[in-house]
């Protein structure tokens, strides 16, 4: 039974957390089906849960395709920060799901994006030796110089890690 006194100010009720909660469930989980319905019925395709996470960057993480898709198509924005400075495409790259960081770079994610401490997608695809990604990413203009806030490039951080391959693949660049 709803609070009768309660104001407006007080926050959501708990039918809106329930809701909400399902929402990023949902995202979580890829129900692309959902999500078509919803955002046709005016669910904000930008709509973010209190960790700043977006519905995008939550399918995305997770790995689904035809959810994130969907949410794009609806208009949901793939520059969209968390709190804590992660987007969806340096989420991609550090998962090595190279559909998404396609998917993502289709829509408008930007090639070079940072995170706060200046890491890029393409060099935690290279510390996480990520081949494919690396070569994806270099090859939709990502720079292989550019470096990250203690000064490391993607080879460097390649190299710390341990990540062989791309390592490789980034000193063959001279990167």
Not at 18 to 29: K, S
Not at 77 to 88: K, M
């Amino acid at each position: 039974m709803a609070n009768e006194s309660q104001s407006p100010h007080d926050g959501p009720d708990e039918e809106t957390i329930r809701l909400a909660t399902q929402i990023f469930n949902a995202a979580r989980e890829g129900e692309a089906e959902n999500f078509r319905h919803w955002l046709a019925q005016g669910l904000p395709p930008n709509m973010r849960n209190h960790n700043g996470d977006s519905l995008l960057m939550l399918a995305s993480y997770h790995g689904h395709v035809e959810t994130t898709r969907v949410l794009l198509e609806h208009g949901a924005d793939p520059e969209l920060y968390n709190d804590r400075g992660q987007n969806p495409l340096a989420g991609a790259a550090f998962k090595g799901n190279l559909p998404m960081v396609r998917l993502l770079l289709e829509h408008g994610a930007a090639v070079d994006g940072t995170t706060p401490d200046g890491k890029t997608a393409l060099m935690f695809a290279a510390m996480f030796d990520n081949g494919e990604i690396v070569d994806f990413l270099l090859a939709r203009g990502a720079d292989p110089r550019a470096r990250e806030s203690h000064g490391m490039t993607a080879l460097e951080l390649a190299a710390a890690m341990g990540a062989e391959t791309t390592r490789e693949r980034l000193a063959a660049l001279g990167a």
